[in-house]
């Protein structure tokens, strides 16, 4: 498929390989009931807050990224 034809099907139903964002391996991780218990104290006000109620909510986000920094000097 060409760059054209990749644009074109990216703008139609947001398809294609543009449309990645080069992430190409994570783990998104939320601790179970024995590794809460073994946290420090400080992170279980942090955890009923904001994680507790919401199971999509990752603790923490493990990723392999895919790409190129550039920096001109």
């Not at 218990?37 to 986000?61: C, G, H, L, N, T």
Request: charged share 25%.
């Amino acid at each position: 498929m060409s760059i054209v034809e990749s644009l074109a099907q990216w703008k139609s139903n947001g398809g294609t390989l543009i449309a990645e964002n080069g992430n190409d391996a994570k783990i998104k991780w939320r601790p179970d009931d024995d590794e809460l218990k073994a946290m420090d104290s400080a992170f279980q006000p942090r955890w009923k807050e904001f994680f507790q109620d919401r199971p999509e909510k990752a603790v923490a986000i493990f990723a392999l990224m895919a790409g190129c920094v550039h920096i001109a000097y």
